[in-house]
């Protein structure tokens, strides 16, 4: 049975985007149905909020072990700060 995405995409790719700053270079990845659909999210990133550090990546896989693992992480950090 195949995932169906917004506006009917069986699939989103990631596009990579460069820029420079501080005289080095720089990448970030955009996932998204096509070229130009990347190009529109990109413009939005003018208005994105910051949600933190990214410490670790977990596969969804793991469903209830991933969370588990990220409460013990949070607790830990906000017992010793």
Same mark, same amino acid.
């Given at each position: 049975?195949?995932?169906?995405?917004?506006?009917?995409?069986?699939?989103?790719?990631?596009?990579?985007?460069?820029?420079?700053?501080?005289?080095?270079? +720089?990448?970030?990845?955009? /996932? &998204?149905?096509?070229? $130009?659909?990347?190009?529109?999210?990109?413009?939005?990133?003018?208005?994105? #909020? +910051?949600?933190?550090?990214? /410490? &670790?990546?977990?596969? $969804?896989?793991?469903?209830?072990?991933?969370?588990?693992?990220?409460?013990? #992480?949070?607790?830990?950090?906000?017992?010793?700060?």
């Amino acid at each position: 049975m195949k995932n169906t995405f917004p506006n009917g995409v069986d699939s989103f790719a990631t596009h990579v985007f460069s820029y420079r700053y501080n005289g080095r270079e +720089y990448t970030i990845d955009v /996932v &998204a149905e096509d070229a $130009s659909d990347a190009k529109e999210r990109l413009k939005m990133l003018a208005f994105a #909020r +910051y949600d933190g550090e990214l /410490v &670790a990546r977990m596969p $969804s896989n793991l469903g209830p072990i991933a969370r588990a693992m990220v409460a013990i #992480r949070n607790v830990t950090r906000a017992i010793v700060s």
